[in-house]
Protein backbone atom coordinates (compact mmCIF):
# COMPACT_ATOMS: atom_id res chain seq x y z
CA UNK A 1 0.00 0.00 0.00
CA UNK A 2 0.98 3.45 -0.88
CA UNK A 3 2.40 5.23 2.65
CA UNK A 4 0.78 8.53 2.78
CA UNK A 5 2.38 9.21 6.08
CA UNK A 6 5.64 8.25 5.03
CA UNK A 7 8.24 10.64 3.17
CA UNK A 8 6.57 12.68 0.51
CA UNK A 9 9.62 12.35 -2.16
CA UNK A 10 9.50 8.33 -1.85
CA UNK A 11 5.67 8.82 -2.20
CA UNK A 12 6.19 10.62 -5.34
CA UNK A 13 8.39 7.83 -6.75
CA UNK A 14 5.69 5.49 -5.82
CA UNK A 15 3.23 7.17 -7.55
CA UNK A 16 5.36 7.56 -10.13
CA UNK A 17 6.17 3.97 -10.53
CA UNK A 18 2.42 2.82 -11.05
CA UNK A 19 1.85 4.21 -14.71
CA UNK A 20 -1.14 5.69 -15.70
CA UNK A 21 -1.77 6.93 -18.74
CA UNK A 22 -5.05 8.58 -19.87
CA UNK A 23 -7.73 6.50 -19.43
CA UNK A 24 -5.62 3.56 -17.56
CA UNK A 25 -5.36 4.91 -14.40
CA UNK A 26 -7.61 2.26 -12.93
CA UNK A 27 -4.39 0.43 -10.87
CA UNK A 28 -3.74 3.95 -9.62
CA UNK A 29 -7.18 5.34 -8.66
CA UNK A 30 -7.42 1.70 -6.49
CA UNK A 31 -4.39 2.09 -4.37
CA UNK A 32 -5.31 6.14 -3.80
CA UNK A 33 -8.41 4.96 -2.90
CA UNK A 34 -7.32 2.16 -0.52
CA UNK A 35 -4.61 4.26 1.11
CA UNK A 36 -6.59 6.92 1.30
CA UNK A 37 -9.37 5.04 3.38
CA UNK A 38 -6.97 3.16 5.34
CA UNK A 39 -4.73 6.28 6.48
CA UNK A 40 -6.74 9.60 6.83
CA UNK A 41 -6.85 10.51 10.56
CA UNK A 42 -10.34 8.84 11.77
CA UNK A 43 -10.94 11.84 13.89
CA UNK A 44 -11.46 13.85 10.82
CA UNK A 45 -13.97 11.63 9.46
CA UNK A 46 -13.06 12.10 5.83
CA UNK A 47 -15.60 11.15 3.55
CA UNK A 48 -14.64 8.94 0.50
CA UNK A 49 -16.27 8.31 -2.88
CA UNK A 50 -15.09 6.32 -5.94
CA UNK A 51 -16.10 7.97 -9.40
CA UNK A 52 -14.81 6.23 -12.54
CA UNK A 53 -11.13 6.57 -12.29
CA UNK A 54 -11.11 9.21 -9.80
CA UNK A 55 -11.22 9.53 -6.30
CA UNK A 56 -12.73 11.89 -4.02
CA UNK A 57 -12.27 12.55 -0.22
CA UNK A 58 -13.72 15.30 2.02
CA UNK A 59 -14.36 16.27 6.12
CA UNK A 60 -17.63 17.68 7.60
CA UNK A 61 -16.61 19.49 10.21
CA UNK A 62 -18.22 22.62 9.68
CA UNK A 63 -15.51 25.10 9.97
CA UNK A 64 -15.53 28.45 8.72
CA UNK A 65 -14.25 28.05 5.11
CA UNK A 66 -13.72 24.97 2.99
CA UNK A 67 -10.35 24.35 0.94
CA UNK A 68 -10.38 22.27 -2.33
CA UNK A 69 -6.88 20.37 -3.13
CA UNK A 70 -7.10 18.86 -7.07
CA UNK A 71 -4.64 16.99 -8.70
CA UNK A 72 -4.80 14.27 -11.61
CA UNK A 73 -3.56 10.66 -11.95
CA UNK A 74 -2.84 10.33 -15.40
CA UNK A 75 0.39 11.40 -17.52
CA UNK A 76 0.95 11.14 -21.30
CA UNK A 77 2.67 8.03 -22.69
CA UNK A 78 5.99 6.73 -21.17
CA UNK A 79 9.07 7.69 -23.01
CA UNK A 80 11.24 4.97 -21.65
CA UNK A 81 11.45 6.77 -18.45
CA UNK A 82 10.19 4.74 -15.88
CA UNK A 83 10.87 3.11 -13.43
CA UNK A 84 11.43 6.32 -11.46
CA UNK A 85 15.16 6.97 -10.20
CA UNK A 86 16.77 9.64 -8.30
CA UNK A 87 20.03 11.48 -9.63
CA UNK A 88 21.66 14.92 -8.35
CA UNK A 89 18.74 16.32 -6.36
CA UNK A 90 15.67 15.52 -8.89
CA UNK A 91 13.58 12.61 -9.13
CA UNK A 92 13.27 11.25 -12.57
CA UNK A 93 10.39 9.76 -14.56
CA UNK A 94 7.28 10.13 -16.30
CA UNK A 95 4.69 12.64 -14.29
CA UNK A 96 6.99 13.36 -11.61
CA UNK A 97 6.88 17.17 -12.47
CA UNK A 98 3.41 17.05 -14.42
CA UNK A 99 1.79 15.90 -11.32
CA UNK A 100 2.19 13.18 -9.16
CA UNK A 101 5.16 14.94 -6.98
CA UNK A 102 1.99 17.29 -6.60
CA UNK A 103 -0.45 14.35 -6.05
CA UNK A 104 1.98 13.15 -3.19
CA UNK A 105 1.93 16.80 -1.54
CA UNK A 106 -2.10 16.75 -1.26
CA UNK A 107 -1.92 12.82 -0.40
CA UNK A 108 0.46 13.18 2.12
CA UNK A 109 -1.10 16.25 3.60
CA UNK A 110 -4.42 14.52 4.12
CA UNK A 111 -2.76 11.94 6.18
CA UNK A 112 -0.89 14.04 8.17
CA UNK A 113 -2.81 17.83 8.94
CA UNK A 114 -4.89 16.18 12.19
CA UNK A 115 -6.73 19.45 12.77
CA UNK A 116 -7.05 21.71 9.61
CA UNK A 117 -8.23 25.49 10.02
CA UNK A 118 -10.32 24.48 7.41
CA UNK A 119 -12.59 21.96 5.89
CA UNK A 120 -10.43 20.09 2.89
CA UNK A 121 -11.77 18.18 0.33
CA UNK A 122 -9.15 16.34 -2.00
CA UNK A 123 -10.13 15.40 -5.71
CA UNK A 124 -7.92 13.12 -7.60
CA UNK A 125 -9.12 12.82 -11.10
CA UNK A 126 -8.91 11.02 -14.69
CA UNK A 127 -7.81 11.82 -18.34
CA UNK A 128 -6.97 15.33 -17.74
CA UNK A 129 -3.96 15.22 -20.29
CA UNK A 130 -6.24 14.19 -23.62
CA UNK A 131 -9.41 15.92 -25.09
CA UNK A 132 -11.82 18.50 -22.74
CA UNK A 133 -14.61 15.85 -22.78
CA UNK A 134 -13.05 13.10 -21.25
CA UNK A 135 -11.73 15.34 -18.55
CA UNK A 136 -12.88 13.65 -15.23
CA UNK A 137 -13.03 16.77 -13.27
CA UNK A 138 -15.29 17.94 -16.16
CA UNK A 139 -17.72 14.42 -15.24
CA UNK A 140 -17.03 15.49 -11.63
CA UNK A 141 -18.88 18.47 -12.05
CA UNK A 142 -21.35 17.24 -14.03
CA UNK A 143 -22.17 13.94 -11.84
CA UNK A 144 -21.03 15.23 -8.25
CA UNK A 145 -21.38 18.97 -8.51
CA UNK A 146 -21.32 19.53 -5.10
CA UNK A 147 -18.32 17.97 -4.28
CA UNK A 148 -16.13 21.07 -6.60
CA UNK A 149 -17.87 23.84 -3.91
CA UNK A 150 -15.37 25.62 -1.79
CA UNK A 151 -13.87 29.03 -0.66
CA UNK A 152 -10.55 28.34 -2.50
CA UNK A 153 -9.35 25.55 -4.87
CA UNK A 154 -5.74 24.81 -5.17
CA UNK A 155 -4.28 23.03 -8.09
CA UNK A 156 -1.25 20.76 -8.15
CA UNK A 157 0.26 21.89 -11.03
CA UNK A 158 3.79 22.14 -11.56
CA UNK A 159 4.83 25.98 -11.22
CA UNK A 160 8.52 25.84 -8.99
CA UNK A 161 6.81 27.15 -5.53
CA UNK A 162 5.02 30.20 -7.18
CA UNK A 163 1.46 30.73 -6.95
CA UNK A 164 0.26 31.06 -10.50
CA UNK A 165 -2.74 32.35 -10.17
CA UNK A 166 -5.77 32.17 -12.57
CA UNK A 167 -5.12 31.31 -16.17
CA UNK A 168 -4.97 32.51 -19.79
CA UNK A 169 -7.61 32.32 -22.04
CA UNK A 170 -7.19 30.87 -25.37
CA UNK A 171 -9.30 31.16 -28.91
CA UNK A 172 -8.22 29.50 -32.27
CA UNK A 173 -9.84 30.87 -35.47
CA UNK A 174 -9.40 29.97 -39.09
CA UNK A 175 -8.74 33.60 -41.14
CA UNK A 176 -9.39 32.23 -44.76
CA UNK A 177 -8.82 33.82 -48.54
CA UNK A 178 -10.91 33.07 -51.71
CA UNK A 179 -9.82 33.75 -55.03
CA UNK A 180 -9.75 32.43 -58.29
CA UNK A 181 -7.78 29.62 -60.01
CA UNK A 182 -5.61 30.31 -62.82
CA UNK A 183 -2.18 28.79 -64.48
CA UNK A 184 0.64 30.07 -63.29
CA UNK A 185 2.22 31.23 -66.49
CA UNK A 186 -0.91 33.53 -67.03
CA UNK A 187 -1.10 34.75 -63.15
CA UNK A 188 -2.97 37.65 -64.07
CA UNK A 189 -5.93 35.72 -65.38
CA UNK A 190 -6.30 34.67 -61.56
CA UNK A 191 -6.76 36.09 -57.96
CA UNK A 192 -4.38 34.59 -55.90
CA UNK A 193 -5.63 33.41 -52.16
CA UNK A 194 -2.40 33.11 -50.82
CA UNK A 195 -1.08 36.77 -51.21
CA UNK A 196 -4.34 37.87 -49.90
CA UNK A 197 -3.19 36.81 -46.42
CA UNK A 198 -0.22 38.29 -46.52
CA UNK A 199 -2.06 41.71 -45.23
CA UNK A 200 -3.08 39.36 -42.45
CA UNK A 201 0.45 38.16 -41.66
CA UNK A 202 1.32 41.86 -41.52
CA UNK A 203 -0.49 42.88 -39.18
CA UNK A 204 0.08 39.62 -36.86
CA UNK A 205 3.55 40.74 -37.14
CA UNK A 206 3.39 44.09 -35.77
CA UNK A 207 0.30 43.28 -33.03
CA UNK A 208 1.49 44.77 -29.74
CA UNK A 209 0.40 42.74 -27.09
CA UNK A 210 -1.77 44.18 -24.27
CA UNK A 211 -0.30 43.46 -20.74
CA UNK A 212 -3.10 43.75 -17.85
CA UNK A 213 -2.34 43.91 -14.31
CA UNK A 214 -4.99 41.76 -12.47
CA UNK A 215 -5.00 40.90 -8.40
CA UNK A 216 -0.85 42.00 -8.83
CA UNK A 217 -0.26 39.14 -11.65
CA UNK A 218 0.76 40.46 -14.92
CA UNK A 219 -0.61 38.69 -17.68
CA UNK A 220 0.68 38.99 -20.99
CA UNK A 221 -1.40 38.22 -24.04
CA UNK A 222 -0.32 36.94 -27.54
CA UNK A 223 -1.96 36.88 -31.12
CA UNK A 224 -0.26 34.42 -33.48
CA UNK A 225 -0.21 32.67 -36.85
CA UNK A 226 0.03 28.72 -36.09
CA UNK A 227 -0.39 27.30 -39.47
CA UNK A 228 -0.86 28.13 -43.05
CA UNK A 229 -2.80 25.91 -45.30
CA UNK A 230 -3.04 26.40 -49.34
CA UNK A 231 -1.91 25.43 -52.73
CA UNK A 232 -2.96 23.24 -55.61
CA UNK A 233 -0.07 22.55 -57.52
CA UNK A 234 3.09 23.84 -58.96
CA UNK A 235 1.87 25.43 -61.92
CA UNK A 236 -1.68 26.35 -60.41
CA UNK A 237 -2.79 30.05 -58.82
CA UNK A 238 -4.13 29.73 -55.42
CA UNK A 239 -8.52 29.87 -54.91
CA UNK A 240 -8.37 29.15 -50.99
CA UNK A 241 -5.69 30.02 -48.96
CA UNK A 242 -6.08 30.10 -44.54
CA UNK A 243 -4.29 30.86 -41.94
CA UNK A 244 -4.91 29.32 -38.26
CA UNK A 245 -4.16 32.18 -35.25
CA UNK A 246 -3.93 31.61 -31.60
CA UNK A 247 -5.13 34.00 -29.55
CA UNK A 248 -4.07 33.72 -25.98
CA UNK A 249 -6.27 36.24 -23.92
CA UNK A 250 -6.34 37.73 -20.31
CA UNK A 251 -8.72 36.45 -18.11
CA UNK A 252 -10.81 39.79 -17.71
CA UNK A 253 -11.43 39.33 -21.19
CA UNK A 254 -14.51 36.89 -22.24
CA UNK A 255 -14.29 34.73 -25.01
CA UNK A 256 -17.00 36.86 -26.72
CA UNK A 257 -14.74 39.83 -26.12
CA UNK A 258 -11.65 37.91 -27.20
CA UNK A 259 -13.12 36.96 -30.59
CA UNK A 260 -14.11 40.56 -31.47
CA UNK A 261 -10.94 41.98 -30.49
CA UNK A 262 -9.64 39.24 -33.48
CA UNK A 263 -12.18 40.60 -35.68
CA UNK A 264 -10.59 43.93 -35.01
CA UNK A 265 -7.60 43.25 -35.64
CA UNK A 266 -8.42 42.27 -39.43
CA UNK A 267 -11.22 44.66 -39.93
CA UNK A 268 -11.15 45.80 -43.36
CA UNK A 269 -9.26 42.56 -44.86
CA UNK A 270 -11.42 40.51 -47.26
CA UNK A 271 -11.08 37.48 -45.24
CA UNK A 272 -13.45 35.27 -43.41
CA UNK A 273 -12.96 34.04 -39.70
CA UNK A 274 -14.39 31.02 -38.77
CA UNK A 275 -13.88 30.36 -34.58
CA UNK A 276 -12.81 26.52 -33.82
CA UNK A 277 -11.93 26.40 -30.21
CA UNK A 278 -12.44 28.25 -27.13
CA UNK A 279 -11.63 28.05 -23.80
CA UNK A 280 -12.36 31.27 -21.14
CA UNK A 281 -9.61 32.51 -18.83
CA UNK A 282 -9.54 32.78 -14.78
CA UNK A 283 -9.32 35.82 -12.93
CA UNK A 284 -6.77 35.23 -9.74
CA UNK A 285 -9.50 35.80 -7.15
CA UNK A 286 -6.69 36.74 -4.65
CA UNK A 287 -8.60 39.47 -2.65
CA UNK A 288 -11.05 36.93 -1.42
CA UNK A 289 -10.50 35.64 2.05
CA UNK A 290 -9.35 31.99 1.49
CA UNK A 291 -7.02 33.32 -1.49
CA UNK A 292 -5.37 36.03 -0.09
CA UNK A 293 -4.30 33.30 3.24
CA UNK A 294 -2.56 31.01 0.55
CA UNK A 295 -0.85 34.44 -0.92
CA UNK A 296 0.76 35.43 2.39
CA UNK A 297 1.93 31.63 3.21
CA UNK A 298 3.75 31.76 0.16
CA UNK A 299 5.21 35.19 1.19
CA UNK A 300 3.89 36.62 -1.97
CA UNK A 301 5.74 34.54 -4.64
CA UNK A 302 2.93 34.97 -7.00
CA UNK A 303 2.85 35.28 -10.86
CA UNK A 304 0.24 34.86 -13.33
CA UNK A 305 -0.36 31.50 -15.06
CA UNK A 306 0.69 31.29 -19.21
CA UNK A 307 -1.43 28.64 -20.61
CA UNK A 308 -5.06 27.39 -19.90
CA UNK A 309 -5.41 24.64 -16.82
CA UNK A 310 -8.59 23.17 -15.18
CA UNK A 311 -8.37 26.43 -12.25
CA UNK A 312 -10.78 27.89 -14.98
CA UNK A 313 -13.54 25.38 -14.41
CA UNK A 314 -13.40 26.39 -10.89
CA UNK A 315 -13.52 30.07 -11.48
CA UNK A 316 -16.74 29.26 -14.07
CA UNK A 317 -18.44 27.95 -10.62
CA UNK A 318 -17.17 31.47 -8.69
CA UNK A 319 -14.36 29.55 -6.98
CA UNK A 320 -10.59 31.84 -6.44
CA UNK A 321 -8.47 29.12 -7.51
CA UNK A 322 -4.54 28.59 -8.10
CA UNK A 323 -1.85 26.66 -9.72
CA UNK A 324 0.94 25.48 -7.05
CA UNK A 325 3.12 22.51 -7.19
CA UNK A 326 6.63 21.21 -7.00
CA UNK A 327 8.46 21.15 -10.07
CA UNK A 328 9.43 23.32 -13.55
CA UNK A 329 6.27 23.52 -16.33
CA UNK A 330 8.98 23.65 -18.59
CA UNK A 331 9.68 19.70 -18.33
CA UNK A 332 6.63 18.41 -18.36
CA UNK A 333 6.04 15.60 -20.94
CA UNK A 334 9.51 15.60 -21.74
CA UNK A 335 11.98 12.36 -21.93
CA UNK A 336 13.91 13.70 -18.55
CA UNK A 337 11.17 15.19 -17.18
CA UNK A 338 12.03 15.43 -13.53
CA UNK A 339 11.28 17.50 -9.75
CA UNK A 340 13.81 18.67 -7.77
CA UNK A 341 13.08 16.90 -4.41
CA UNK A 342 13.57 20.19 -2.39
CA UNK A 343 10.68 21.24 -4.28
CA UNK A 344 8.73 18.84 -2.87
CA UNK A 345 9.44 19.35 0.77
CA UNK A 346 8.87 23.03 0.12
CA UNK A 347 5.45 22.40 -0.57
CA UNK A 348 4.35 20.81 1.76
CA UNK A 349 5.61 22.47 4.33
CA UNK A 350 4.36 25.76 3.10
CA UNK A 351 0.87 24.18 2.68
CA UNK A 352 0.87 22.40 5.95
CA UNK A 353 1.04 26.25 7.71
CA UNK A 354 -1.37 27.31 5.20
CA UNK A 355 -3.94 24.31 6.12
CA UNK A 356 -3.41 24.60 9.84
CA UNK A 357 -3.27 28.31 10.56
Known amino acids: MLDLRGDPIELTAALVDIPSESRDEARLADEVEAALRAQTPQALGYEIVRNGNAVLARTHRQLPSRV??????????????????????????????????????????????????????????????????????????????????????ILGEPTAGYIEAGCQGTLRVVISATGARAHSARSWLGDNAIHKLGAVLDRLASYGARTVDIDGCEYREGLSAVRIDGGVAGNVIPDAASVTVNFRFAPDRSVDQALQHVRDVVDGLDVRIELTDAAAGALPGLSQPAAKALVEAAGGRVRAKYGWTDVARFAALGIPAVNFGPGDPNVAHRRDERVPVANITAAVELLRGYLSA
Not at 69 to 78: C, F, I, M, N, S
Not at 135 to 153: C, K, S, T, Y
Open 68 to 153: LLAGHLDTVPAADNLPSHRENGDLYGCGTADMKSGDAVFLHLAATVADPAHDLTLVFYDCEEIDAAANGLGRIQRELPDWLAADVA
